[in-house]
């Protein structure tokens, strides 16, 4: 990667209809569709409180405000000021800390580090949560517009993320042109319902008045904090708004969130709350009390299920992005990424991850079977992230922005004061079912520190164990006995020196040869490199130092650069007498290591289980020779 932090202007970036509306299908799902489980889970839930007046005004007023300074605010307005080359999310926000504050030394992880990596963890338990319990959730309408049909409600939900998971390798972007439209008539719906309440119920809008949520939490004390497990989901799309950005843009999200999803969104809570005051029985399914009972309200049910698995677009490809942000900070193993627009680099497609989260998914709606019980399980993965993100921030704005510790520590205190409540209250939920994300996210989390610590080590270990070229070349007719015909190809993360690979070969068998090419390969920040890939230096004695560059959507196609760059170095020579020598360490679990011995056999078994070099440089593989190493890390 380029050290370059420029952001990268995507045509996406441009506020015009067609991307705002792109935006709204992928980006505002998971918060578009709150509606649907807030205000049942805060009046209705296991930690709810009773639908009185009070109670119903307060709730609201605490979700509009929670919109208001959490999304707006926090999100929208200041955490989108902080992209990595116009990329989102917590794992972007390290990415602007220096080398030197996110590793204080070989092996040794610095804070703020631990702290998103734990963030993004979380995250990554929300993933596997938000399409459950958004789907679940929608076609849980059944039981208001067909009764007969309620024992199909879990089997319809399994097909439905089936369906949805199925299509996830056509993009972000292409499924926003498809899902769109459907969330914008959602949104539209969700308004219009809301103000056809607030009319025969004007009362409602007293609860844009924050004194009604501020009442109800010294009125209500206890049973007000446990209620604050259920105003959070309100803003459960928040954070997957934040990490979605480098599909689209700042600039269409924001303009999509003011204009549109956020004045729906506040407009359909208040009609729910006109609805609670007239009729409190119905906090059981506020949303579904809202539209006509029996087959007319069979559409709305249709279209809340379409818009829930719109809703579960956001939490994947928000996972999508934080997992391909992470491999390229050295955070998580190597797994294929599939970049899948050449306008916006973070539209891509992770299979693994895809994978991983459908299987996940589906197991939790046949374990859970109600969105109510999912609900418990919901809060607790986004209020730690929304807590951790804030955590983070203070240490970019100190770094990165040069905001001075007073500026800097007002704005992210007043940020935890909210994050702290909602993750104070979700906690309480921790045996109804918040273990649930706490066991996925205690998983990543130490795939996340492991392979973090094994890779720095490594680092570490070749950094001592190569050595400056000029040395090597004063030394090599002492080493090498024997020079060999053809063309030897050493791929190397970086050519400033020689790599410890290619010293395991002279010494062990005192032969090179003749012409050797330390290659190495640099993904750009631009969907396609055009013209020639490599960059040739000659360093003497039959050495080169080749580098070359790709783009995001370039396949690294090393074999072919390197054949047409033969032709350069020694025309007419036979491309099959190249041979590509790559190292492979073999971790070796010892008592001498940094690692501790439980972490060096799990990092062996991801240094196994990463992708292969040979496929992700596309080598011959009856061209490759793998030089092996034993490591006590």
Not at 319 to 338: A, E, K, N
Not at 366 to 384: H, M, T
Not at 546 to 567: E, N, S, W
């Given at each position: 990667m380029t050290d370059s932090n420029a952001a990268i202007v995507s045509p996406y970036d441009t506020v015009t209809l067609g991307a705002v509306i792109a935006a709204m299908g992928i980006v505002f799902g998971d918060i578009a569709t709150s509606p649907l489980y807030t205000l049942q889970e805060c009046l209705s839930g296991p930690h709810g409180v009773a639908p009185t007046r009070a109670n119903v005004l307060g709730c609201v007023s605490l979700v509009i405000w929670s919109l208001l300074l959490v999304v707006t605010g926090k999100y929208v307005g200041v955490l989108m000021q902080a992209d990595n080359r116009g990329e989102g999310g917590i794992v972007a926000l390290l990415a602007l800390v220096p080398r030197a504050l996110r590793e204080r030394a070989p092996g040794v992880l610095g804070t703020t580090t631990v702290l998103v990596l734990i963030g993004a963890a979380l995250l990554f338990g929300d993933g596997i949560i938000t399409p459950a319990i958004s789907v679940l959730s929608a076609v849980e309408g059944l039981r208001v517009a067909a009764p007969g049909l309620a024992g199909a409600i879990v089997p319809a939900t399994v097909v439905i993320l089936v369906a949805l998971f199925s299509v996830q390798s056509r993009g972000s972007g292409g499924l926003g042109r498809y899902f769109g439209p459907v969330m914008a008539v959602w949104l539209g719906t969700a308004m219009v319902l809301g103000l056809v309440h607030i009319a025969k119920q004007p009362e409602a809008l007293a609860a844009l008045s924050p004194h009604h949520g501020i009442a109800f939490l010294l009125r209500e004390r206890f049973s007000a904090f446990r209620a604050l497990g259920g105003v959070v989901l309100s803003v459960t799309g928040g954070e997957a708004l934040y990490a979605d950005m480098g599909h689209f843009g700042r600039r269409p999200i924001r303009a999509g969130w003011l204009t549109f999803a956020l004045p729906a969104l506040m407009a359909n809570y208040l009609g729910q709350a006109g609805l609670l005051l007239a009729d409190g029985s119905a906090a059981r399914q506020p949303f579904y009390a809202m539209i006509p009972a029996g087959p007319a309200g069979l559409p709305f049910v249709l279209l809340g299920t379409a818009a829930t698995i719109i809703a579960s677009q956001a939490l994947i490809s928000?996972?999508?992005?934080?997992?391909?942000?992470?491999?390229?900070?050295?955070?998580?193993?190597?797994?294929?990424?599939?970049?899948?627009?050449?306008?916006?680099?973070?539209?891509?497609?992770?299979?693994?991850?895809?994978?991983?989260?459908?299987?996940?998914?589906?197991?939790?709606?046949?374990?859970?079977?109600?969105?109510?019980?999912?609900?418990?399980?919901?809060?607790?993965?986004?209020?730690?992230?929304?807590?951790?993100?804030?955590?983070?921030?203070?240490?970019?704005?100190?770094?990165?922005?040069?905001?001075?510790?007073?500026?800097?520590?007002?704005?992210?205190?007043?940020?935890?004061?909210?994050?702290?409540?909602?993750?104070g209250a979700n906690l309480l939920k921790f045996t109804d079912g918040g273990y649930v994300p706490t066991i996925v996210a205690t998983l990543f989390l130490i795939v996340s520190i492991v392979w973090a610590r094994g890779r720095s080590l490594l680092r570490s270990h070749y950094t001592r164990q190569s050595e400056p070229a000029a040395a090597f070349l004063a030394n090599l007719p002492k080493r090498v006995d024997q020079r060999l015909p053809g063309v030897g190809v050493v791929m190397t993360a970086t050519a400033e020196s020689v790599p410890p690979v290619l010293l395991n070969v002279v010494r062990r068998f005192r032969a090179m040869h003749r012409t050797?090419?330390?290659?190495?390969?640099?993904?750009?920040?631009?969907?396609?490199?055009?013209?020639?890939?490599?960059?040739?230096?000659?360093?003497?004695?039959?050495?080169?130092?080749?580098?070359?560059?790709?783009?995001?959507?370039?396949?690294?196609?090393?074999?072919?650069?390197?054949?047409?760059?033969?032709?350069?170095?020694?025309?007419?020579?036979?491309?099959?007498?190249?041979?590509?020598?790559?190292?492979?360490?073999?971790?070796?679990?010892?008592?001498?290591?940094?690692?501790?011995?439980?972490?060096?056999?799990?990092?062996?078994?991801l240094t196994r289980n990463a992708a292969n070099p040979s496929d992700v440089f596309d080598l011959p593989t009856d061209q490759v020779v793998e030089v092996g190493a034993r490591v006590d890390l």
């Open positions: 928000g996972v999508f992005s934080l997992t391909s942000q992470s491999i390229r900070l050295g955070y998580f193993p190597r797994i294929t990424v599939r970049h899948t627009s050449g306008e916006a680099i973070g539209q891509i497609y992770v299979p693994f991850m895809n994978a991983f989260l459908a299987v996940s998914s589906i197991a939790l709606v046949l374990l859970f079977r109600e969105s109510s019980r999912l609900a418990a399980a919901f809060g607790l993965a986004v209020s730690g992230t929304m807590a951790v993100t804030s955590l983070a921030f203070y240490r970019v704005a100190r770094v990165h922005f040069g905001w001075s510790r007073a500026r800097a520590g007002t704005l992210v205190a007043a940020f935890l004061l909210i994050d702290g409540a909602f993750l050797v090419l330390l290659t190495t390969v640099v993904t750009e920040e631009v969907p396609r490199v055009t013209g020639d890939h490599a960059a040739v230096e000659a360093i003497g004695q039959g050495l080169y130092r080749v580098t070359l560059r790709y783009g995001f959507m370039d396949k690294p196609r090393v074999h072919r650069a390197l054949v047409a760059l033969l032709g350069r170095l020694e025309p007419g020579a036979d491309p099959k007498t190249l041979t590509y020598v790559l190292g492979q360490e073999r971790i070796v679990p010892g008592r001498r290591g940094r690692l501790l011995p439980f972490e060096e056999r799990i990092f062996a078994a």
